[in-house]
């Protein structure tokens, strides 16, 4: 109530007709409460900062920046240079929550012209550093596959819809909410249909055009099991010989899976033991990657986990990643597209981008295709004509 009062120049009472005292949810730097404004009776959320974590989050800056020196001396094979430099970067970031609702403003623009995704409206009038007041919209977590059925939402369709929302944001808008955790992301049935809000948007990343068309070109190179394209990506990412270790991180698949049948292969599945055991193996050299990829790349793979999470919460390992990934192909083809026909001064050569993009929309809309019907009743026979690899 302090936070309030002194950042919005008047007591609560006087600015809400209802506040709820118990938090909707409540986490390290702030909590959320249900209000209703008095000035229009419209029913809000309202994000304010702890009293204290301003003051601590320096303190805990510099403890945590001691400590991985601390370890480095000791444990001279680890490095967490790139830990220091995330948490310097991005928390003075997540403490600002007018960036927050300017970056809520921001990908509600981006997005306009996609039906399936709900993003709060801020009320700016009420709304400073540490208050961020913004529209309560209702839902159920994203992992919640009780609420699902009980309001009749697909999981699939859910899972679809996520997929193609970060997809854009990665390979399309390169602006990536970089904190998609089950209660940031709400699923809801609205006039019969499944609709997606995005919440907490204090977390985001930007992506340079040079960076996200070499992160297209590595992705393009991981669903056709290009060993050789994943090299030179991976080379031009800065990770060098550790490119396999790279590619097993960026696609949460072992290196077999990658260049045997494919990461869209159908019997492609997400080992979550196997890949777990192989990683604290290599804890080391995870290390490493980390520390020699672009500091964009941090929290995409970051973004890459989370989202992963939500689909082994949801779907069973026999239907996990596929549909996930052909949507990504689709994405990451239409960039591609885009930025060959902007180098193309021929247009010769742009009838022939076009071509190439035509053939292979057709290909993944097809593969798509049969991969819904396999997950149908009739998916046994459907099943077998789904190709082994998407290739584009």
């Given amino acids: 109530m302090k936070v309030l009062k002194s950042e919005l120049g008047a007591p609560p009472d006087k600015i809400f007709s209802e506040f709820d005292p118990t938090p909707l949810g409540s986490a390290s730097l702030a909590q959320v409460h249900r209000a209703v404004l008095r000035s229009s009776n419209k029913e809000v959320a309202v994000k304010v900062q702890h009293s204290t974590v301003q003051e601590h989050s320096k303190i805990d800056t510099i403890v945590i ?10 444990f001279p094979e680890f490095e967490f240079d790139w830990l220091i430099d995330t948490i310097k970067r991005n ?27 709900k993003v709060p409206k801020i009320h700016w009038e009420f709304t400073s550093r540490r208050v961020l007041c913004m529209e309560y919209i209702n839902g159920g977590k994203v992992d919640d596959a009780g609420y699902m059925q009980q309001h009749g939402i697909n999981k699939s369709e859910v899972l679809s819809y996520l997929s193609k929302i970060f997809s854009q944001m990665i390979f399309v808008r390169g602006y990536i909410h970089c904190d998609p955790h089950p209660g940031n992301v709400l699923v809801q049935k609205c006039d019969g249909k499944t609709l997606l809000v995005l919440l907490d948007h204090g977390l985001y990343q930007s992506l340079t055009d040079d960076f996200r068309i070499n992160y297209c070109k590595l992705w393009q190179a991981l669903l056709n099991g ?3 394209r994943i090299k030179t990506q991976a080379d031009r990412l800065g990770v060098g010989k550790y490119y396999g270790l790279f590619a097993c991180m960026v696609a949460s698949r072992t290196w077999d899976d990658i260049t045997g049948s494919g990461i869209a292969d159908k019997n492609s599945n997400l080992d979550v ?6 990683a604290v193996k290599q804890i080391p050299e995870i290390s490493q990657v980390l520390n020699y990829i672009p ?12 989202l992963r999470g939500i689909e082994c919460s949801l779907l069973d390992r026999n239907t996990q990643g596929v549909g996930t990934f052909l949507n990504m192909a689709r994405y990451c083809l239409s960039a591609l597209t885009t930025h060959r026909l902007h180098k193309s001064a021929s247009l010769r050569r742009k ?29 046994g026979i459907c099943g077998q004509f789904l190709p082994s690899r998407v290739t584009f």
């Fill in 65 to 74: 920046e001691f400590l991985a020196k601390a370890l480095d001396k000791v």
């Fill in 91 to 117: 928390l003075p970031k997540e403490l600002d929550f007018v960036q927050e609702g300017q970056n809520c403003e921001h990908v509600s623009r981006l997005f306009t012209d996609t039906p399936f995704l």
């Fill in 226 to 228: 290009d060993t050789d």
């Fill in 273 to 278: 033991n196997r890949l777990q055991e192989q």
């Fill in 295 to 306: 500091r964009q790349l941090i929290l995409i793979l970051k973004t890459n986990d989370l």
């Fill in 351 to 379: 009838l022939y981008i076009y071509y190439t993009y035509t053939l292979c929309l057709i290909k993944l809309k097809l593969m798509k295709f049969l991969y819904w019907v396999s997950l149908t009743k009739a998916g």
